[in-house]
């Protein structure tokens, strides 16, 4: 099994930055891929940003430019940095952990104000 634990959500207004991490632990090395999903109120959960265990990334074109994904594989740690933040991007952010098998964070919430 693998935990993942996401941090770093929270009101900001519109144009400001936020940063969320999520912290993996348990049979890590079944890992490979890491990313970044989310779900706003009545929409279905959409993909955010992902990066492979080479470093690869890929994101999302509505965020492109205005969030990075990054990862620590010394502490199993993905980040999310959000910049430019706008109130289409308000919803709960879920890490994500792909290996045999897919595995999800509970979420954090981030809401943008206008």
């Known amino acids: 099994q693998v935990q993942l634990v996401e941090s770093g959500g929270g009101l900001v207004q519109a144009g400001g930055s936020l940063r969320l991490s999520c912290a993996a632990s348990?049979?890590?090395?079944?890992?490979?891929?890491m990313g970044w999903y989310r779900q706003a109120p009545g929409k279905q959960r959409e993909l955010v940003a992902v990066?492979?265990?080479?470093?690869?990334?890929n994101y999302a074109d509505s965020v492109k430019g205005r969030f990075s994904i990054s990862r620590n594989s010394a502490t199993n740690t993905v980040y999310l940095q959000m910049d430019t933040l706008k109130p289409e991007d308000t919803a709960v952010y879920y890490c994500?952990?792909?290996?045999?098998?897919?595995?999800w964070g509970k979420g954090t919430l981030v809401t943008v104000s206008s």
């Open positions: 990066i492979s265990g080479g470093g690869t990334t």
């Open positions: 994500n952990a792909e290996g045999r098998t897919a595995y």
């Open positions: 348990g049979n890590i090395f079944r890992i490979n891929r």
